[in-house]
């Protein structure tokens, strides 16, 4: 007997046991020798992470169409893996030593190093198996690491082969520098974050050819006064006539007294501040290409740790930068060049790991000259080598690769894979695989001996990112796995990291294969919380997946949302949101329910907006499926291998196999499609709807009244349907439905896990005829409830039916279905009559019309006057709506979540109008 509930806390955990004994994930297994290949490489979790409701709509995504394939007879790689994460891992191993009171630079770079891959042996695991408790069917005995042996020999050898292109280069350039962890950072560990802060107005007194000052001054604003001892010139609009009498003048520098010119530039904007701009080109991105564009002098006035060199006046040596700032306003206050300050609200760059204010600093970097891999990888996008789904992403990758800049791939860190540059004495350097190569070429270079010494940065990590989808395979060496599924099928992955790992897996993929890394990228959208604001951590709306799957109590929950808020003043608050959303804590949902929640949410274009309710529906919806199967049991639909279900001839029998067939297509069109949320909408109303709601409701008169025929057929036919409703509900609930397959074998055991079962292949079912005369009883069924819900008739009252000119063939249906039909829509009794009688609502049923006789059950009249209101009311609404979304300035100011709140609004005042306006043209 089946269980009479599904516990995914006991089943999930046996379930995944026998994928894994079964080896149901691997690659090239022998019943797939020959197979067509489909592959995806999984975008690699920080090896610090966990799982958290980005990663869990990501990995479902690839997940739904991994095992779709699988079932398709494809050879299937799923290659899963973890990323190094240099400064994230970095920080984590760093503060464990500094508890003890250990410090990096006393320890020294290789013991560093032993603790890091310790820590790694011990804790790097976590997300793997957060992966597994999902249900992810990736082939995990290929797990790559970004750092293990073969892809760091991978790095390396892409590293040389672009040096031998003339690719690589070392520059003294601006870069995002973080004061704190003491390394360049990429745009993508920046964050922004908005800071009310100040505006100062200096005012740089103007001088003669002799260099005396003329009496005139030129006004500058600045959000960063700390910066002007490295000012290099003023920089003024060359239209901009207040200032065309200056330009090729000079001013003098307060506080540093260095000479500096004035500058025409269309940089400045005339319409910000005084509409002259300072420009110091070694630490502000913009003001480095004014420099260029003039060949000013690029003067660095910090430290790597953010303070005061000696570059500058001896009294601001060694400051702070903010504690410079306001040394240098009191300073410039007293010196009589402050003419005013403002308040100022605006965007600060900060490091995302270290929580501070990065710099931009010049530096020696290396750099890989991209704009030739760019162009490339633009070619073969527009070509339609890979195509972007959807493909309104192309226009973002697109503008990134035709705009790039040079790639700066060296950080200031021990963790990570290391430059393979050496140094000779005269600074210069060799680029090699390894140290004996590197000795062939300094010998060569520098003669017979010379010392070498390493560079001790390491690469970008997501310069070993960009390697992902053939190194994973082996490459450099010619594997077979690198011939059989290099170009991969497709990525699944944000729309944030297609400039920072989509694109350059195409760029390193064209330059070492000669080929796209994938023929299709799928871009999804954000989960955000239930207002639709954006998970953040600091912000305490955080859901942890493995909270859905496995429940967790309310003060728990409290706990974890407010352990890292950024502010500790908004504990209260976020206590008390947390306690009104969930007051009970979260119930243990299971993996399958949290699955199909994100795919039936996951609608192109749209973020998912999280609801424990919609979790809670589909467990129920999974609960559904599981109470039928158990229904089936007891009335004695077996499993009969040698059922065919083409030999059906009651046309319940037969209707129900068609709309199997119907569903079979639906969803394997969108799935192919990468519509998640139409497939599991399609498997969804053919499991509830057609199946549970009318197939099994319609089925029981014949299992418990008909002859030995028709209950043997309809039995058999019960038990065939169940078994491709699990097939294809399993790519998007894999559990429970690998549960049932096993429960549900009957005396003959299955041939394998429900996994590695074929795709059902239902072609041929359908029968006009039957799905003429079934779907006319559903759907005359369907529009009687609805109507009756919608006029207002009472839950209990039985209302009588006229079929209107009814056709001979109607007049068969009535009098084989009446009594269903009267039990079903709750039909007092039904005739037949030329014209619909007064009083009553017309319903079209399959060209079929009926009315339902309603005077004397309610008061039409005053039922058209309300829906009327109703609907006036909600056109209302609708009108509101449209106007605040259609408001530029209201989309500009309005928070993420109040936007989102308005859409779903709209879509269902929309939703709720059409159904308004349906019983309106029935009355």
């Given at each position: 007997m089946i269980e009479t509930t599904f516990d995914p806390a006991s089943v999930e955990p046996r379930v995944s046991a026998a994928w894994e004994e079964a080896g149901a994930f691997r690659a090239g297994r022998e019943d797939r020798k020959g197979a067509a290949p489909y592959s995806i490489v999984i975008p690699p979790p920080n090896v610090t992470g966990s799982l958290h409701m980005g990663h869990a709509l990501n990995n479902t995504l690839q997940d739904i169409l991994c095992r779709f394939e699988r079932m398709r007879g494809k050879d299937v790689l799923w290659q899963p893996g973890t990323d190094h994460a240099g400064i994230a891992t970095q920080m984590v191993v760093e503060r464990q030593l500094q508890e003890r009171q250990i410090h990096r630079r006393d320890i020294g770079r290789e013991k560093f190093l032993e603790y890091v891959w310790a820590w790694k042996a011990e804790s790097g695991g976590t997300i793997v198996n957060q992966l597994k408790r999902l249900g992810a069917s990736c082939d995990w005995s290929r797990e790559r690491f970004t750092m293990d042996e073969g892809l760091s020999k991978a790095v390396i050898e892409i590293f040389v082969r672009m040096n031998e292109a003339g690719l690589i280069y070392k520059d003294k350039r601006l870069v995002n520098w973080d004061p704190k962890l003491l390394t360049a950072i990429s745009d993508l560990e920046v964050v922004q974050e908005e800071i009310n802060g100040h505006l100062w107005h200096f005012a740089y007194p103007v001088v003669d050819e002799a260099g005396n000052e003329t009496g005139e001054t030129i006004t500058v604003a600045t959000t960063r006064p700390e910066t002007m001892l490295g000012d290099t010139a003023v920089a003024v609009h060359p239209e901009d006539e207040r200032y065309t009498h200056l330009v090729e003048k000079k001013v003098k520098l307060p506080l540093v007294g260095r000479l500096i010119p004035i500058v025409a530039d269309e940089y400045s904007d005339p319409e910000k501040g005084t509409g002259a701009v300072k420009i110091t080109p070694a630490h502000d991105f913009n003001d480095f290409e004014v420099g260029r564009r003039h060949d000013l002098e690029v003067i660095n006035i910090f430290t790597p740790e953010a303070h005061l060199d000696d570059s500058v006046p001896e009294p601001y040596r060694g400051l702070e930068r903010f504690e410079a700032r306001k040394r240098i306003v009191a300073d410039m206050e007293a010196a009589g060049r402050l003419v005013t300050i403002e308040k100022h609200k605006h965007q600060v760059p900060h490091g995302d790991r270290s929580g501070v204010p990065i710099e931009p600093f010049l530096t020696d970097q290396w750099y890989v000259n991209v704009r030739p891999l760019a162009d490339r990888a633009v070619e073969a996008v527009r070509r339609g080598e890979t195509r972007f789904v959807p493909q309104n992403w192309e226009k973002t990758f697109f503008d990134w690769l035709e705009n790039i800049q040079p790639w700066c791939v060296s950080r200031q860190l021990w963790w990570g894979h290391q430059i393979p540059a050496w140094y000779g004495p005269d600074g210069g350097y060799v680029i090699a695989r390894d140290e004996a190569e590197a000795r062939t070429k300094a010998d060569a270079k520098w003669g017979a001996g010379s010392a070498i010494t390493r560079d001790e940065d390491v690469l970008d990590t997501w310069f070993s990112s960009a390697l992902w989808p053939y190194s994973t395979f082996g490459w450099p060496d010619k594997t077979p796995e690198l011939a059989k599924y290099y170009p991969t099928s497709v990525v699944v992955t944000g729309f944030d990291i297609i400039f920072f790992w989509v694109a350059r897996m195409m760029m390193t993929g064209l330059f070492t294969q000669n080929e796209v890394p994938f023929r299709d990228v799928y871009i999804h959208a954000l989960v955000r919380d239930e207002k639709g604001a954006k998970m953040s951590k600091s912000k305490g709306n955080v859901m942890d997946p493995l909270d859905i799957i496995d429940g967790i109590g309310l003060e728990s929950l409290v706990a974890k949302r407010t352990s890292a808020l950024a502010d500790k003043r908004d504990i209260v608050h976020v206590t008390s949101e947390t306690r009104k959303a969930y007051p009970n804590g979260i119930d243990r949902y299971g993996a399958d329910a949290l699955r199909f929640f994100l795919a039936a949410m996951a609608a192109p274009g749209r973020d998912v907006k999280l609801s424990i309710d919609r979790v809670k529906g589909y467990r129920n919806f999974g609960t559904k499926l599981w109470n039928a199967t158990r229904f089936a049991e007891m009335k004695g639909c077996v499993r009969d291998p040698n059922f065919d279900p083409r030999t059906a001839r009651i046309p319940l029998n037969r209707w129900i196999a068609g709309e199997a067939e119907k569903a079979v297509g639906e969803i394997q069109r969108a799935i192919e499609a990468y519509r998640f949320n139409d497939a599991a909408g399609a498997v969804y109303r053919f499991i509830w709807n057609v199946v549970c709601d009318w197939y099994v409701e319609l089925s029981k008169p014949l299992i418990d009244n008909g002859d030995d025929a028709a209950k043997a057929e309809t039995r058999a036919m019960v038990a065939f349907v169940l078994d491709q409703a699990t097939l294809l509900l399993h790519p998007f609930m894999p559990f429970i439905t690998e549960e049932l397959w096993a429960v549900t074998a009957g005396s003959v055991p299955r041939s394998t896990l429900a996994a590695l079962t074929a795709w059902p292949d239902l072609g041929g079912l359908f029968n006009a005829e039957a799905d003429e005369e079934i779907g006319w009883l559903v759907d005359l069924v369907s529009q009687i409830r609805s109507i009756k819900t919608e006029v207002g008739v009472p839950g209990?009252?039985?209302?009588?039916?006229?079929?209107?000119?009814?056709?001979?063939?109607?007049?068969?249906?009535?009098?084989?279905?009446?009594?269903?039909?009267?039990?079903?829509?709750?039909?007092?009794?039904?005739s037949f009559a030329p014209v619909a009688p007064k009083g009553s609502v017309q319903i079209i049923a399959r060209g079929a019309v009926a009315a339902l006789a309603l005077e004397g059950v309610i008061d039409i009249d005053a039922e058209k006057s309300r829906l009327k209101k109703e609907t006036d009311k909600i056109d209302g609404e609708i009108a509101k709506i449209n106007a605040k979304l259609g408001n530029p300035d209201?989309?500009?100011?309005?928070?993420?979540?109040?936007?989102?709140?308005?859409?779903?609004?709209?879509?269902?005042?929309?939703?709720?109008?059409?159904?308004?306006?349906?019983?309106?043209?029935?009355?």
């Open positions: 209990g009252a039985q209302t009588p039916l006229v079929m209107v000119n009814a056709s001979p063939a109607v007049e068969k249906r009535v009098a084989t279905y009446g009594d269903t039909l009267k039990f079903l829509a709750r039909i007092s009794e039904i209201f989309i500009s100011r309005a928070k993420e979540e109040v936007i989102e709140e308005n859409r779903d609004r709209l879509e269902e005042a929309t939703a709720r109008r059409a159904k308004l306006q349906d019983a309106l043209a029935g009355l």
